[in-house]
């Protein structure tokens, strides 16, 4: 019966990791996602080095954005895209 207690006891440990830790890692993977899917030129940008800048270009993978009043041009792949202006809840 000591056997069937420990595979018990593994089996809520798996299910407190889903839950807790796989799950909303996943919904925010997916947010994330759908979050770059939707970008489009004129929206605000932070990269995940920290850069803000205005989308001006969309092609493919490549984001083409502006940033500050010099208006330097920069490129970048989408999942380098970590929030935009509209969504400000994952910004700290």
């Known amino acids: 019966?000591?056997?069937?207690?420990?595979?018990?006891?593994?089996?809520?440990?798996i299910v407190v990791f889903y839950f807790f830790i796989i799950r909303p890692q996943?919904?925010?993977?997916r947010a994330a996602a759908?979050?770059?899917?939707?970008?489009?030129?004129?929206?605000?940008?932070?990269?995940i080095g920290g850069i803000v800048g205005k989308i001006v270009g969309?092609?493919?993978?490549?984001?083409?954005?502006e940033t500050g009043e010099d208006r330097v041009r920069m490129?970048?792949?989408?999942?380098?895209i970590s929030t935009t202006?509209?969504?400000?809840s994952q910004q700290k």
């Open 1 to 13: 019966m000591g056997n069937w207690l420990w595979i018990g006891m593994l089996v809520v440990v």
């Open 26 to 29: 996943k919904k925010q993977e």
């Open 34 to 47: 759908e979050m770059r899917n939707n970008l489009a030129v004129g929206d605000e940008i932070t990269t």
């Open 58 to 65: 969309i092609k493919d993978d490549l984001i083409t954005f």
């Open 75 to 80: 490129q970048v792949t989408k999942w380098a």
């Open 85 to 88: 202006g509209k969504d400000t």
